[in-house]
C-alpha cells in the first residue's frame, strides 16, 4: 500500500479546482478518498495524477477530473440526490465518492471479477451504503427505481430507454457519455414525459457494451 498518500491527494484535488471544480463538498471527498486503493499495486504510483488507468479485463478507473464533474454535475440538480444508481462500477471509485455524498448507490456491473474487486473495497472503506449488481447496465435496475440521478461511466451509443424511465419523473437527472469514437457527456432532466437535455463537451470512456456478461 502506498504510504503517505495524503499530501498526493491534496495535490490532486488543488488541481481539480484549479481545472474548474467547484463544488466543495465534492473536492474534499475527492481528497479524503485513497484512490491508490481501487488500482493494481504495480500501478499505486501514478493514482494522484489526473489520468484514467488500466483496471484489467480492457477497462479503467476513470480520469479524476471526470469523476469530480460528472459527481458536481448530479449534485447540481434542482432536487436532492438521494437514491442514485450507477452504470459501470469497474474498480468502485466513481461509486466510493457517490456514496459519500447521497444517501443510497446502485451500481451496475457487467464483468463479475471487477465487481467482485469493488465489492471488497467497499468493506475496507467502511462503505455500507452501497448496493451492487451484476448485469446489464442497459436495462437499469427497475426494481430499485425511481431514481434522483444516474450516472454512466462507459459511453453509449445511444441513450438507454431504459434508464430513461428509470428516472424520477420530477426532475431526475442522467449524467451520461453519449457516441462512439466521438463522444459527449450529455445531462437529461425527467420532467413527467419531457425530457430536458444539455450537454457538457467532448469526454472519452470506454464503451458501454451490449450483449451477455462477462
Ligand atoms: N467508474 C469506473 C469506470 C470503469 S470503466 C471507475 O472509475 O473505475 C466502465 C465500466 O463499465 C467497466 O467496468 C465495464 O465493464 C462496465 N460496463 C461496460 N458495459 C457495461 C454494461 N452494458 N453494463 C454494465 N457495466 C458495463
Known amino acids: 500500500m502506498l504510504k503517505n498518500y495524503q499530501g498526493q491527494a491534496r495535490k490532486l484535488a488543488q488541481l481539480l479546482q484549479q481545472a474548474g471544480i467547484v463544488d466543495t ?71 466510493a465518492i457517490l456514496a459519500q455524498l447521497v444517501q443510497k448507490v446502485y451500481s451496475v456491473e457487467r464483468i463479475s471479477s471487477l465487481q467482485y474487486q469493488a465489492k471488497r473495497r467497499m468493506k475496507l472503506l467502511d462503505l455500507h451504503n452501497i448496493q451492487m449488481k451484476h448485469g446489464d447496465g442497459w436495462e437499469g435496475w427497475q426494481s430499485k427505481a425511481p431514481y434522483d440521478g444516474i450516472l454512466v461511466t462507459a459511453a453509449a451509443s445511444r441513450v438507454p430507454e431504459a434508464l430513461l424511465s428509470q428516472l424520477d419523473p420530477a426532475g431526475g437527472r442522467l449524467i451520461i457519455p453519449v457516441g462512439d469514437s466521438q463522444q459527449e457527456l450529455k445531462i437529461i432532466e425527467r420532467y413527467g414525459d419531457e425530457y430536458r437535455q444539455q450537454t457538457s463537451g467532448g469526454v472519452r470512456f470506454v464503451p458501454l457494451v451490449q450483449g451477455e456478461l462477462a
Do not use: C, D
Not at 37 to 64: D, R, V
Not at 65 to 70: D, G, N, Q, R, S
Open 25 to 95: 463538498r465534492v473536492l474534499q471527498v475527492m481528497e479524503s478518498t485513497p484512490r491508490h486503493s481501487f488500482m493494481p499495486e504495480s500501478l499505486t504510483h501514478k493514482a494522484y495524477e489526473n489520468t484514467a488507468l488500466p483496471i484489467g479485463n480492457g477497462q479503467t478507473i476513470s480520469q479524476p477530473f471526470i469523476v469530480a464533474k460528472m459527481t458536481e454535475l448530479l449534485l447540481a440538480a434542482e432536487r436532492p440526490m438521494v437514491n442514485v444508481l450507477e452504470i459501470g462500477t469497474g474498480s468502485g471509485y466513481q461509486t
